[in-house]
């Protein structure tokens, strides 16, 4: 492979997305940030909450991260929490990027926002980068490298860290239930499903927590960026929104929800947004197996960790589509997630009746 290909590359900015980059740029120079020229700015496309922007000055590559316009959940979107939780987490697991600044002043363009320096590197979005060509073993170790990071970040040592705060103490399994049964209702439009059995069992089924560790909430390979030289050693992870302390299996579960097999039916691989589906991919049992044997944990029942994952995903989704139900958001790749909402729902009950996936 070769670190001159695009692995990490954005794209022109979105209608109705627009970046005040000279408001930017005088504020970052006002808070001492030394930068040469004006910067070329495009956008991500693979974010569908924060809106990620790459500023690319003479002296600097930067990233910037700001809320969507619209209606938001009360807790997401939080830029100062975003911000401090990898400050806070850089010292003691250095796959953060480093923090420049944040913006507290809506004033500056209209929202809170922060600014990182970029981490170059491969970023496996939907398919691999063009000319990223690896055999079924490298694709293996790329997957349990994923996994490996993962274990890591379980590990970090909160108080270390000074992250105590992070949490809510006991009771993650309850308050993740109870908060996503919570979303979902209210992100309700009339085409999805009520899910109300979905909820009413995993209301029945909660278990108590495993543990208590700073989990990412957002695990994907396209939150993850590799070494452009070595496929399989992870260099950075991005979109901390969700950061938090909690239980790990619940984290396991949500990873698994994302996970896409090559085996899985049409309508949710044209979902895909990872390249899951590759030969030498673990498959999702294999990645629960590994995660288990290496950490020592032992669920009572894995099953409500794998609907929890899907019901949380199918709320997220909705979330999402509600904003461009009502018209808060105009990213026409956010129009057919009402399907996919209802799809998860129901793969949620059919892992109820049969067992894990």
């Keep these: 492979m070769s670190a001159q290909l695009p692995f990490d590359s954005a794209g022109t900015v979105r209608a109705g997305e627009?970046?005040?980059?000279?408001?930017?740029?005088?504020?970052?120079?006002?808070?001492?940030?030394?930068?040469?020229?004006?910067?070329?700015?495009?956008?991500?496309?693979?974010?569908?909450?924060?809106?990620?922007?790459?500023?690319?000055?003479?002296?600097?590559?930067?990233?910037?991260?700001?809320?969507?316009?619209?209606?938001?959940?009360?807790?997401?979107?939080?830029?100062?929490?975003?911000?401090?939780?990898?400050?806070?987490?850089?010292?003691?697991?250095?796959?953060?990027?480093?923090?420049?600044?944040?913006?507290?002043?809506?004033?500056?363009?209209?929202?809170?926002?922060?600014?990182?320096?970029?981490?170059?590197?491969?970023?496996?979005?939907?398919?691999?980068?063009?000319?990223?060509?690896?055999?079924?073993?490298?694709?293996?170790?790329?997957?349990?490298?994923?996994?490996?990071?993962?274990?890591?970040?379980?590990?970090?040592?909160?108080?270390?860290?000074?992250?105590?705060?992070?949490?809510?103490?006991?009771?993650?399994?309850?308050?993740?239930?109870?908060?996503?049964?919570?979303?979902?209702?209210?992100?309700?439009?009339?085409?999805?499903?009520s899910g109300r059995r979905v909820m009413h069992w995993l209301r029945q089924n909660m278990p108590e927590d495993v543990a208590s560790c700073v989990i990412h909430n957002d695990w994907r390979l396209d939150n993850l960026v590799f070494d452009a030289q070595q496929a399989s050693r992870v260099i950075g992870v991005l979109d901390w929104e969700m950061a938090t302390l909690g239980d790990p299996l619940m984290e396991l579960g949500c990873v698994i929800a994302y996970w896409l097999q090559a085996d899985d039916d049409r309508f949710i691989l044209s979902m895909r947004r990872q390249p899951s589906h590759l030969p030498g991919m673990l498959r999702r049992r294999e990645i629960v197996a590994y995660y288990l044997e290496r950490t020592g944990l032992q669920p009572e029942n894995w099953v409500f960790y794998e609907v929890f994952g899907l019901f949380r995903l199918a709320a997220i989704i909705q979330q999402i589509y509600y904003r461009y139900h009502h018209r808060q958001t105009r990213n026409p790749a956010f129009a057919r997630f009402w399907l996919l909402s209802n799809y998860l729902v129901l793969r949620a009950a059919r892992t109820i009746r049969r067992g894990p996936l």
């Excluded at 990233?63 to 010292?91: C, W």
């Design 18 to 193: 627009e970046l005040d980059a000279a408001a930017v740029t005088a504020w970052l120079r006002a808070q001492g940030i030394a930068l040469q020229g004006q910067p070329r700015v495009t956008q991500y496309a693979g974010g569908a909450s924060n809106w990620t922007y790459r500023l690319q000055y003479e002296n600097r590559d930067l990233i910037l991260r700001r809320p969507p316009a619209g209606t938001k959940a009360r807790s997401a979107h939080d830029m100062k929490r975003e911000f401090t939780v990898q400050q806070a987490l850089r010292p003691v697991f250095p796959c953060v990027a480093n923090m420049v600044a944040l913006c507290s002043e809506p004033a500056v363009i209209g929202s809170e926002f922060y600014v990182m320096d970029r981490i170059a590197g491969m970023i496996p979005r939907k398919n691999l980068p063009p000319g990223v060509v690896l055999s079924p073993e490298q694709t293996r170790q790329l997957c349990l490298s994923m996994v490996d990071k993962l274990i890591e970040l379980h590990q970090v040592d909160v108080q270390a860290a000074g992250l105590q705060h992070l949490g809510k103490g006991a009771g993650y399994v309850r308050r993740q239930v109870e908060g996503w049964c919570e979303r979902w209702q209210r992100a309700a439009t009339w085409n999805v499903l």
